[in-house]
T-cell receptor, first 113, second 111 residues
Framework: DAGITQSPRHKVTETGTPVTLRCHQT?????MYWYRQDPGHGLRLIHYSYGVKDTDKGEVSDGYSVSRSKTEDFLLTLESATSSQTSVYFC????????????FGEGSRLTVL | GENVEQHPSTLSVQEGDSAVIKCTYSDSASNYFPWYKQELGKGPQLIIDIRSNVGEKKDQRIAVTLNKTAKHFSLHITETQPEDSAVYFC??????????FGAGTRLTVKP
C-alpha cells in the first residue's frame, strides 16, 4: 500500500453536490496522482502534483480540481458532481521519478445519483 | 497523446497452462512499459516493468517482451496458479507524468 490512505473509501452523493476525496501519504514523496478507473477504459489520469501548490492537468481533468497545500495531502474536488463522474478513484505516488513506478492506494468508490 | 490497446479483454486458462496478454502503443517516444495486477477491491500493484533499452525481462514465472519496431509488448505468465486470477493492466509512457493504461485483461485460472 506504499503508505497511502484514501478517504472516504465509499461515498454516495447526489448530482450537483460538491465532493472532496483525500489522499494522504506518509512517505514524503514529491509526485502524487489522481486516476479514475472505469470499465473498458483502464485507468485515466485526472490531475497530478509535483510539489506543494504545483499541479497539472491530466487526460480527463474537466470537472475536477485539485489542491496540495502540504506534501502529504493531495485533494481531488468535484465542484458539482455529475453521474458521469461515478467511478472508482485511485491516488498514486511515484516513489522514484527516475523509474516512473507508481504505487496506488486502495481506491475510493464514488456513486453520483 | 499515447494510446495503448490491450488484448484480450478476458482470458481463461487451466491451472498450469501459460497465459499471454498483448499490448500495442502509438507513441514511439514511449520508453517505460509497466504491468500491473489488480485484485478485487484493491489498487493496482506493479508486477514487472521493462524499459526501451531491453527486449525481454523475466522474474520467476512472469516475463515481459518488448518489440519497439512493432510498438508492442507482451506479458507472459507460465505455470499459472489460481492466485494469478486478477485483472492485468499494461501501460506506456514517455513522460513519467503521463502514463497511459490499457483497458485491462481479466485472467481466470481454473483449478
Amino acid at each position: 500500500d506504499a503508505g497511502i490512505t484514501q478517504s472516504p473509501r465509499h461515498k454516495v452523493t447526489e448530482t450537483g453536490t460538491p465532493v472532496t476525496l483525500r489522499c494522504h501519504q506518509t512517505e514524503n514523496h514529491r509526485y502524487m496522482y489522481w486516476y479514475r478507473q472505469d470499465p473498458g477504459h483502464g485507468l485515466r489520469l485526472i490531475h497530478y502534483s509535483y510539489g506543494v501548490k504545483d499541479t497539472d492537468k491530466g487526460e480527463v481533468s474537466d470537472g475536477y480540481s485539485v489542491s496540495r497545500s502540504k506534501t502529504e495531502d493531495f485533494l481531488l474536488t468535484l465542484e458539482s458532481a455529475t453521474s458521469s463522474q461515478t467511478s472508482v478513484y485511485f491516488c498514486a505516488i511515484n516513489r522514484d521519478p527516475n523509474t516512473g513506478e507508481l504505487f496506488f492506494g486502495e481506491g475510493s468508490r464514488l456513486t453520483v445519483l | 497523446g499515447e494510446n495503448v490497446e490491450q488484448h484480450p479483454s478476458t482470458l481463461s486458462v487451466q491451472e498450469g497452462d501459460s497465459a499471454v496478454i498483448k499490448c500495442t502503443y502509438s507513441d514511439s517516444a514511449s520508453n517505460y512499459f509497466p504491468w500491473y495486477k489488480q485484485e478485487l477491491g484493491k489498487g493496482p500493484q506493479l508486477i514487472i516493468d521493462i524499459r526501451s533499452n531491453v527486449g525481454e525481462k523475466k522474474d520467476q514465472r512472469i516475463a515481459v517482451t518488448l518489440n519497439k519496431t512493432a510498438k508492442h509488448f507482451s506479458l507472459h505468465i507460465t505455470e499459472t496458479q489460481p492466485e494469478d486470477s486478477a485483472v492485468y493492466f499494461c501501460a506506456a509512457t514517455a513522460n513519467n507524468n503521463d502514463m497511459r493504461f490499457g483497458a485491462g485483461t481479466r485472467l481466470t485460472v481454473k483449478p
